[in-house]
């Protein structure tokens, strides 16, 4: 078994007399900044006067933001939490010039340094601390006592004590309560990219629509195979989620986990995890990487066209419609909750 570091195992004084500028107030910046404020660490915000979230900080937060520059200049550690595409504009204009030699650069998803698009000189520590759930989770679980799993990797340890500076940061999200788990920034990117390509989110919605076309184009009603392709999925995850494969095996009936057990292999069968292997090895060898910042630099286009025939499935359709209905929803885990997956690590920023 890995081991697991928990509350016992972290050096709060690691971050002792520091100055934490965290850069980026989105999804995760936000629940970042306002849990490290109330861990009693000195955190400032770096943010474009002119930004969005600037507003929403200074007025609804009670935060004093500095523009990035200046935020860099005081900080001894400073949080990357900005969109992937994003950091390496950000980190080469306003960080790489004002951190100081001994200073922190410290990431919530291992993209960039992995990729090499951000290479940070050799006086300074590099980690990561990539909490397993949405901003909005990271917060939640930290008022109510708790928190969520984090992972930690070391790229760079300038000062030598650049593992103790990121598990006291961990330990002041609240990640040690849950455990916190060490990785390397390539094992993070890559598994990461991985499970949400072939599984979270590229698999599971090829495989809702799939399943959809399947049933409408049999000539059953759409709404049917709206409830029974996707609205369901969320009843299933959940047991998964709660207690894996068992406690999912345990609530749904005989009839339903011999389908699963027979007819499952067929659906994801040695072909499906061929083409996963074929996807991972793009991982790996950075073809994914260079295709998505070459589609980034060229205006994102084939990006956005694919985006709007994906939301333009019939199963979008019916889902507004049928939802509309459903008042409980509108009592659902806020939209600020969820990760901003184009920032990638499922709203790593």
């Known amino acids: 078994m890995t081991k697991m570091y928990w509350e016992a195992d972290a050096n709060a004084d690691a971050l002792k007399g520091k100055t934490i500028a965290v850069l980026g107030y989105g999804s995760q910046g936000r629940a970042h900044a306002m849990n490290l404020r109330d861990s009693g660490c000195d955190v400032v915000l770096g943010l474009r006067k002119d930004g969005k979230t600037w507003k929403q900080a200074?007025?609804?937060?009670?935060?004093?933001p500095k523009e990035p520059k200046d935020a860099v200049a005081s900080a001894d550690v400073v949080v990357i939490l900005t969109p992937d595409m994003a950091q390496p504009d950000l980190y080469n204009e306003f960080v790489a010039p004002n951190l100081k030699d001994g200073g922190t650069v410290l990431f919530a998803h291992g993209f960039n340094v992995h990729y090499k698009q951000i290479q940070a000189k050799d006086t300074v520590d590099v980690v990561m601390i990539a909490p397993k759930g949405p901003g909005g989770l990271v917060r939640r679980t930290y008022e109510e006592g708790f928190g969520v799993p984090c992972l930690l990797a070391v790229h760079q340890n300038a000062s030598g004590k650049a593992f103790d500076t990121a598990l006291a940061y961990a330990h002041a999200l609240g990640g040690t309560k849950a455990g916190v788990l060490e990785t390397t920034f390539a094992e993070e990117t890559e598994t990461d990219l991985f499970g949400e390509q072939a599984v979270l989110c590229g698999g599971v919605t090829e495989l809702i629509a799939a399943g959809f076309d399947t049933l409408v184009k049999a000539g059953y009603k759409p709404e049917v195979a709206y409830f029974e392709c996707l609205h369901e999925v969320k009843l299933?995850?959940?047991?998964?989620?709660?207690?894996?494969?068992?406690?999912?095996?345990?609530?749904?009936?005989?009839?339903?986990?011999?389908?699963?057990?027979?007819?499952?292999?067929?659906?994801?069968?040695?072909a499906t995890r061929k083409t996963m292997q074929?996807?991972?090895?793009e991982i790996q060898d950075g073809t994914f990487a260079k295709e998505w910042i070459a589609e980034t630099k060229a205006g994102q286009k084939n990006y956005k066209r694919l985006l709007e025939e994906d939301l333009k499935h019939p199963v979008e359709e019916v889902g507004?419609?049928?939802?509309?209905?459903?008042?409980?929803?509108?009592?659902?885990?806020?939209?600020?909750?969820?990760?901003?997956?184009?920032?990638?690590?499922?709203?790593?920023?």
């Open 320 to 349: 507004k419609k049928l939802r509309a209905n459903m008042s409980w929803l509108n009592k659902a885990t806020p939209k600020k909750e969820y990760k901003q997956l184009a920032t990638s690590g499922k709203a790593k920023q």
């Open 236 to 270: 299933i995850v959940d047991l998964i989620y709660e207690g894996g494969f068992a406690r999912m095996h345990e609530f749904v009936s005989d009839t339903a986990k011999y389908g699963d057990l027979t007819r499952g292999p067929r659906v994801v069968n040695d």
């Open 278 to 281: 074929t996807i991972l090895t």
């Open 58 to 64: 200074q007025e609804e937060d009670g935060w004093t």
